[in-house]
């Protein structure tokens, strides 16, 4: 089966500073985590700052998910953490 995402709802998990989002291949899901100091330009994560970091992930939200289908492929786990190797160059730029 392909990876797909039928549901659009991401989460922002203030803790641990990252999005958390799923998709689904068949019937299992998968766990996606993306560190949200992707986002940040100066390269540290500022607290309180969720509807920015959520706006970002929409924005960039075709991206995200072909990159984690990409993460997928090559993994095939039931939670992946993408981080900036995943993306070949930097998010910052484009939020």
């Known amino acids: 089966m392909t990876l797909a995402f039928p549901n ?5 998990d203030e803790t641990r500073g990252l999005i958390r989002f799923i998709g ?3 019937l299992n899901q998968v766990l996606f985590l ?8 100066d390269g540290a994560t500022n607290r309180g700052k969720e ?5 970002a992930f ?3 939200r075709d991206r995200i998910l072909a990159t984690a289908r990409q993460a997928y492929q090559s993994r095939r786990r039931h939670t992946i953490e ?4 995943a993306f070949g160059s ?4 484009a939020t």
């Open 8 to 12: 659009p709802t991401r989460a922002y």
């Open 24 to 26: 689904h291949d068949g």
């Open 34 to 41: 993306l560190p949200v100091v992707l986002f940040d330009r």
């Open 51 to 55: 509807h920015d970091y959520l706006l």
């Open 58 to 60: 929409d924005r960039l």
């Open 82 to 85: 993408l981080d900036l190797s």
């Open 90 to 93: 930097s998010l910052q730029s």
